[in-house]
């Protein structure tokens, strides 16, 4: 009788600990990344797919030079001439710091491939991984 006494009472006083918990908050863990960082892999991500890996015609002259883990705050990608890595960069794909704006610049953005290279930049930076913009 004492046995099951004990154990009712160490069970509600589990219980009523258990009750005293606070409940655990849903917050995001942050990832440590900027948003400059977080902008550019989306935007990297989607133009490597959809320009580069697809063998898309339109890009064939080009090689895309990954600089995501820039230490200046400045994640970026270059098109180069495929021929020549090392080469000029013919368009530049960056965003800075806690910013989410992603800017591009080049001879290429003033190509007839600009407007193109501009629609599919800022349709990957708003999160849309299409590889072409739909009707």
Not at 18 to 42: D, I, N
Not at 47 to 59: G, L, N, R
Request: some cysteine.
């Amino acid at each position: 009788m004492i046995k099951s006494k004990t154990i009712v009472l160490v069970a509600a006083a589990g219980f009523a600990l258990a009750s005293c918990q606070s409940t655990p908050k849903s917050t995001p863990v942050p990832s440590g990344k900027s948003a400059a960082l977080l902008a550019m892999e989306q935007v990297a991500i989607s133009a490597h797919k959809c320009w580069i890996a697809s063998k898309d015609p339109a890009f064939k002259q080009y090689q895309m030079a990954n600089e995501l883990n820039s230490f200046s705050g400045t994640p970026r990608f270059l098109l180069v001439p495929a021929k020549h890595y090392g080469g000029k960069p013919l368009l530049v794909v960056q965003a800075q710091g806690n910013s989410s704006r992603v800017d591009v610049f080049g001879p290429l953005m003033n190509d007839p491939l600009g407007a193109r290279i501009g629609s599919d930049i800022a349709r990957w930076q708003t999160g849309n991984p299409a590889c072409a913009a739909t009707a």
